[in-house]
């Protein structure tokens, strides 16, 4: 992972929304700049938008941006800016983004990429004609214990995968008086738990075992109405999923979860042996060999040896790293994607990937609510 040489040209860097997101990119492209030494471009951090003057300000004054506004068309506007990164809410993800392509900025959007299927596809295809560079940010992909996964079964290590299951648990909403947010708006948000943390998993279970072929399902919205609002979209889903080839897997997500703050947890089965994640534990992989030794038990790998994936930017060995990191090595791979014309994909997330889960999100919501098996269709 590290380079030699001179330090490379720097690229500015516009961004849309200062919350939890715009807290996360800013510290990445901070320290990107010393730790992915030398970095593909160094990051400027030229103007952030938001549509409060105050705040937008405190976050320009807190995150180090030369500048602030408060509407994203002057970002888009910005010839300094040439790395446009959308972290609005998800109403904002469609209209900006193209906008920025079409200025010819490379561009980072949040997921998920488009409220529907539909606005994710008009996104991917309206971008992609412009020729820049484009990112869905889905930075579990950069997980060092995700990328071994990876090419543990790129290798075929755990052989033919017959099953995947995951889900993805929170308990923000488990207070019925819990405030009314644009999150619990289907016309801000297109969808609740689903897009918010299944598109995660969604996206996860293409990196790993393959594309989505075919989907049933179930969605159940617990408190319809909160302290300032209708709540018009849904609190959790689960999902069978069926995959291209032989594979078979389950799909969950809730904001109801009482005791879990952000608990991502997947496994994979295969002939050979089987593989598992917990988000809390970031660090580790575990790992059973149906061919290993006589214990028969998983093995549990600590994903910080030298030669692991993205090691080489950070500490020694059991030197563990946190969920802020793969901030930095997403974006990292972003970067060097545009100093050195290269691709994206297939281990950072396109927005053809961005519109890929969606589309598999769609399929969810009519299985739901049809209590019918469905079919996932993608569009070239």
Known sequence: MERSGAVSDDIGIGMVGYGFMGKAHANAFH??????????????LVTIAGRSEDAVAEAARRYGFEGHATDWRDVVADDRVGLFDNLGPNDLHAEPTIAAARAGKHVVCEKPLGRTADEAYDTWRQVEATGVKHLCAFNYRFVPAVRLARQMLEAGEIGEVRHFRASYLQDWLTD?????????????????????LGTHVIDLARYLVGEISAVSAATRRFVPERPGGRVTVDDAFASIVEFEGTALGTIEATRYANGRKNALTWEINGSKGSLAFDL????????????????????????SE???PFWGWWWPPGHIIGWEHTFVHEITHLLQAIAEDGEVGPYGATFEDGYRAA????????????????????RA
């Open 359 to 378: 589309e598999v999100c769609d399929a969810i919501v009519r299985a739901a609510e049809t209590g019918r098996r469905q079919e996932v269709a993608y």
């Open 306 to 308: 030298a030669d692991h």
């Open 176 to 196: 019925p008086l819990a405030p009314w947010t644009w999150r619990l708006d289907a016309g801000a948000a297109g969808s609740g738990a689903l897009g918010d």
């Open 31 to 44: 320290k990107l700049r010393y730790m992915t030494w030398p970095p593909p471009l160094v990051p400027r």
């Open 280 to 303: 809390e534990r970031l660090n580790e992989l575990q790992v059973f060999r149906a061919d290993g030794d006589r214990a028969r038990g998983f093995r549990n790998v600590l994903v």
